[in-house]
């Protein structure tokens, strides 16, 4: 794999999400000095789904985003509603408890039925489905899907010949399907819930870059051109923020993921490989994961680095781990081509809490996941805003740590252990 520094523009990235958006934002550059009852800084699902949770309670809200909204991962992803976290929460029983653990299990089911409620509620337009398939590569990953499906009566068994029903594939020795999670288009559905914020009366800047945060009681936020002063500041830049503010950069260590996206298929050649339409993730630590878009491309994506870099080949290597799936594809043509930047966590868990006892609140290192749990810390994030802190100071409990290494050395550290995890997913 060869790297370069991503030249990212303020505009979207060449994403099939972009060129099929049902609408091109175009909120204002914040310019002058205003005040809110809350600032939101950065414009993807934490932002916007904390903002529609605030506008839901009543509080008058500032949404700032420095590119337009869903610019981050938020409009670039694999679209797939998956429940649960990075990480078990049992991990966590130590930290939280017994009760906190089982808190934190069901916010891993509530994220979901957020985003379920919310798209009937507001009627938002983001091709919604349901059905989800886990594919295995390894006995062990089978061994592990039995034992779920004993504590989870959602996931229904597939063996390998049954497993090709849905997803036609030689390569993988058997899986399962759950009808509760799904996928969408990501971008649709952050771009329609920040018009449901706007509607309950935020106000929302695109083109608008927070520069500095004042901390206390009283925080605020400062811009190019303005400023925001706000009872809270919510920090939502996640693995985009830099180091804005160094106790978040130093534990969120960015790591890059590529899509591909092929042109529309044909019947043929949906029935020779997606046979059902449903989101696909396989169960390594460097997964492929895929889905069908709306009009029936297969969007394909993988090939995770931790370089802060973008492969310079990443459509061939990615259209070369399709063909590895699906290689009844090879005529097939490739589209489009992006990658976007994810927040990783020490704890592969998402980070709720406060900086410097002051009102400033923060969220970041879904580490892969966060289509769906970004829903659950919008909710969070909001509870504790409007005084009830109960699941917030459970998630703020988890211990946050920084990467070891520091600034220089935690890229190769990471890369190093991935090293590690690549090798053990081959054997
Ligand atoms: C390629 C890819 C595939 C993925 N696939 C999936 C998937 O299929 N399912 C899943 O659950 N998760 C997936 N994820 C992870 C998921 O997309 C993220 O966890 C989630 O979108 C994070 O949302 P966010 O709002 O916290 O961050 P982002 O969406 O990255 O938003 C942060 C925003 O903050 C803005 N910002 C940063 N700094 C500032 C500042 N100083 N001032 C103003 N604005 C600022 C940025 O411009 C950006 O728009 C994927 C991620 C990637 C990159």
């Known amino acids: 794999m060869f790297l370069k520094a991503t030249a990212d523009t303020r505009e979207h990235a060449d994403s099939y999400y972009a060129a099929s958006a049902n609408w091109q ?20 699902f934490s932002g916007v789904a904390t903002a529609v949770e605030l506008g839901e309670r009543g509080y008058k809200v500032a949404l700032l985003e420095a590119n337009r909204i869903g610019w981050g991962a938020s409009g670039r992803n694999g679209g797939q509603i998956i ?11 130590a930290n939280i408890g017994t009760e906190g653990v089982e808190v934190v299990e069901n916010m891993g089911v509530e994220c979901v039925e957020i985003i379920k409620q919310r798209i009937e509620k507001y009627n938002i337009d983001c091709g919604l489905k349901w059905g989800y398939c886990e594919v295995g590569l390894k006995r062990r990953h089978l061994k592990d899907y039995r034992k779920w499906a004993e504590e989870e009566p959602q996931i229904k068994l597939l063996d390998r010949d049954e497993l090709k029903h849905y997803v036609n594939s030689e390569i993988y020795l058997g899986g399962y399907y759950r009808e509760d999670w799904g996928h969408i288009q990501p971008l649709n559905l952050c771009i329609g819930e920040a018009k449901v914020a706007e509607s309950m009366g935020a106000v929302i800047f695109e083109q608008t870059r927070v520069t500095g945060v004042t901390y206390g009681k009283n925080p605020a936020v400062q811009t190019e051109k303005g400023s925001v002063r706000a009872n809270h500041v919510i920090l939502c830049g996640n693995a985009y923020m830099g180091n804005l503010v160094p106790y978040l950069d130093a534990r969120v260590l960015p790591a890059t993921s590529c899509v591909i996206g092929t042109e529309p298929l044909t019947e043929e050649q949906q029935r020779q490989t997606m046979v059902r339409d449903v989101a696909v993730c396989d169960s390594r630590t460097a997964l492929d994961y895929y889905r ?10 993988g090939l995770s680095n931790y370089s802060g870099l973008d492969p310079t080949n990443a459509t061939e290597i990615m259209r070369a781990k399709m063909l590895r799936v699906f290689p009844s594809l090879k005529e097939v043509k490739i589209d489009f081509s992006w990658s976007g930047r994810m927040g990783i966590s020490v704890r592969r868990m998402p980070q ?67 090293m590690y995890y690549k090798t053990l997913d081959r054997f």
């Open 292 to 301: 069908l878009s709306a009009d029936k491309r297969l969007l394909f994506g």
């Open 25 to 44: 934002t175009n909120y204002p550059e914040l310019e002058g000095d205003i005040e809110v009852d809350v600032v939101i800084v950065g414009g993807g």
């Open 352 to 418: 709720i809490g406060r900086i410097k006892d002051s009102n400033v609140l923060y969220i970041s290192g879904y580490s892969g996941h966060g289509v769906a749990p970004t829903h659950m810390t919008g909710r969070i994030l909001a509870e504790a805003v409007d005084g009830d802190t109960h699941r917030f100071d459970i998630m703020n409990k988890m211990f946050h740590l920084p990467w070891p290494g520091g600034k220089l050395l935690r890229r190769p550290a990471m890369a190093i252990g991935m």
């Open 83 to 93: 429940g649960g976290y990075g990480q078990n929460p049992s991990a966590f029983k």
